[in-house]
T-cell receptor, first 114, second 116 residues
Framework: GAVVSQHPSWVICKSGTSVKIECRSLDFQATTMFWYRQFPKQSLMLMAT?????????EQGVEKDKFLINHASLTLSTLTVTSAHPEDSSFYIC??????????FGPGTRLTVL | AQKVTQAQTEISVVEKEDVTLDCVYE???????LFWYKQPPSGELVFLIR??????QNEISGRYSWNFQKSTSSFNFTITASQVVDSAVYFCALSPGSSGYNKLIFGAGTRLAVHP
């Protein structure tokens, strides 16, 4: 199957700093990528849909100014958590959709904000 | 409303037991996909199966089998002769056709613990 990578796999940062997470489709082009958030022992919740070359579509309740998404190429989407606070600590997972509408998930990024 | 319910929060079995994980979904869409994913402690989601709403055939893959019943809006997952390596959180998910199959709506997950 197709491979999706995320970088970094884990990050620890101080409160108030910004953190950028990258999601790459390694062997296919993805016009659409998705960002999910998973709190400990909870399910995955879709945060936003990222479309190449256009603005992301955010789910209700997700602050677009706090979670900046950029999908500048067909193989890369980035999620920037701006002015991170401890409540933003979570597991962030991206997925990329191929031309057959299949979604392939990245390995996730564990963010800890101190 | 679009929703996935996994009523079993945690299941604990002894190795070699069979175990069924329940999944009930809600959607008004006539076309949709259903999925099962496995999430081991490492956190990475492992794709198990995708089923189209028009295909109600049950499927078997090794020790895994799936029972899709539209009449009861259920898509249950059975592991036969469970093994310790099956210990993980299992998620059922729905992708509605009305969303262009964009959205994946996940259930709360079932944590399976298989003891030796």
């Amino acid at each position: 199957g197709a491979v999706v990578s995320q970088h970094p796999s884990w990050v620890i940062c101080k409160s108030g700093t910004s953190v950028k997470i990258e999601c790459r489709s390694l062997d296919f082009q993805a016009t659409t990528m998705f960002w999910y958030r998973q709190f400990p022992k909870q399910s995955l919740m879709l945060m936003a849909t990222s479309n190449e070359g256009s603005k992301a579509t955010y789910e209700q309740g997700v602050e677009k100014d706090k979670f900046l998404i950029n999908h500048a190429s067909l193989t890369l989407s980035t999620l920037t958590v701006t002015s991170a606070h401890p409540e933003d600590s979570s597991f962030y997972i991206c997925s990329a959709r191929d031309r057959n509408n299949e979604q392939f998930f990245g390995p996730g990024t564990r963010l800890t904000v101190l | 409303a679009q929703k996935v319910t996994q009523a079993q929060t945690e299941i604990s079995v002894v190795e070699k037991e069979d175990v069924t994980l329940d999944c009930v979904y809600e959607t008004r869409d006539t076309t949709y996909y259903l999925f099962w994913y496995k999430q081991p402690p490492s956190g990475e989601l492992v794709f198990l199966i995708r089923r189209n709403s028009f295909d109600e055939q049950n499927e078997i893959s090794g020790r895994y089998s799936w029972n899709f019943q539209k009449s009861t809006s259920s898509f249950n997952f059975t592991i036969t002769a469970s093994q310790v390596v099956d210990s993980a959180v299992y998620f059922c998910a729905l992708s509605p056709g009305s969303s262009g199959y964009n959205k994946l709506i996940f259930g709360a997950g079932t944590r399976l613990a298989v003891h030796p």
